[in-house]
Nanobody, 117 residues
């Protein structure tokens, strides 16, 4: 079984920065894609950023130029550096891992990010 544990959320003022971390443990197949999704109350979970084992990235248009995703494959860890935060970045951020040869998907428990003006 694979477990994902997020950390790094919190309350920050507009223009501030936060760094989220997600550590995956268990039997993790490769190749895979690790990423971050955001969910606001009453809305669907949406992709923020993702990164594959070989380094390919994908970002939501709303965060391009402000957020940066990175990963350490040896540590099965993915990071999300969030800069120039805006109130609309507020939400619960979920870590996601999807294996691609045999399609399996895992989610973390979520971490709250609140950007106050």
């Amino acid at each position: 079984q694979v477990q994902l544990v997020e950390s790094g959320g919190g309350l920050v003022q507009v223009g501030g920065s936060l760094r989220l971390s997600c550590v995956a443990s268990g039997t993790i197949l490769r190749p895979n894609v690790m990423g971050w999704y955001r969910q606001e109350p009453g809305k669907q979970r949406e992709l923020v950023a993702s990164m594959s084992t070989d380094g390919g990235t994908n970002y939501a248009d709303s965060v391009k130029g402000r957020f940066a995703i990175s990963r350490d494959n040896a540590k099965n860890t993915v990071y999300l550096q969030m800069n120039s935060l805006k109130p609309e970045d507020t939400g619960v951020y979920y870590c996601n891992l999807e294996t691609t040869k045999i399609v399996l998907e895992y989610w973390g428990q979520g971490t709250q990010v609140t950007v106050s003006s």
